[in-house]
């Protein structure tokens, strides 16, 4: 059974090894060109090349920047649709946690003061910046955050954010754990 970081690892090292073909051709074939136009500017020839060999390097270094155009737009084309696919899945993460966060919030009997608090506060918002965004006093989020953590079963901010990332790294249909257990510091 093969992870899914392993087949991004796959994935990553296949547009790289992907790449390497494409410089290397369009490198060679500047390079043709490139010392062709210095030879000729600066007389490094002995003697001049014979038309038809000269014709035949230009073509070949030709075709390979066409193949390098070529490659490079497929590589282009490639990435763009991985980047479209992963930005949905990024959409569909992003709204799977905001309705996890939601449930969450509605277990716990979370006011609705309680859960700007609770965005606040796993956004990584601190008291005071939390307090100034809602416009009441940092007593006030605090006896609110106090409340979410009661209500949630945990000691603080940071096992208030291992509750849903348990949730979101859990198997689909595998229990999770119950809540608050096992979660209180000392």
Do not use: C
């Not at 009997?109 to 939390?130: M, N, Q, Y």
Request: no cysteine; hydrophobic share 45%.
């Amino acid at each position: 059974m093969t992870t899914e970081p392993a087949r991004r690892g796959r994935r990553r090292i296949g547009v790289a090894s992907a790449l390497v073909p494409v410089v290397a051709v369009q490198s060679v074939a500047t390079l043709v060109f490139v010392w062709d136009i210095v030879a000729g500017v600066f007389g490094l020839r002995a003697e001049p090349i014979a038309w038809e060999t000269r014709e035949l390097i230009e073509m070949g270094a030709a075709i390979g920047l066409v193949i390098g155009v070529v490659l490079g737009a497929a590589l282009l084309v490639a990435t763009l649709r991985r980047n479209h696919r992963i930005e949905g899945q990024l959409r569909r993460a992003s709204t799977a946690f905001a309705e996890l966060l939601d449930e969450r919030f509605g277990e716990w009997g979370l006011t609705p003061s309680e859960r700007d608090v609770a965005w606040f506060t796993l956004k990584g918002f601190s008291l005071a910046e939390i307090a100034k965004l809602r416009q009441t006093s940092e007593g006030t989020v605090k006896a609110q955050s106090n409340a979410i953590y009661r209500k949630a079963g945990v000691g603080g901010r940071t096992q208030l954010l291992s509750l849903f990332l348990d949730d979101l790294m859990s198997e689909p249909g595998a229990a999770a754990p119950p809540r608050g257990e096992g979660r209180r510091a000392g």
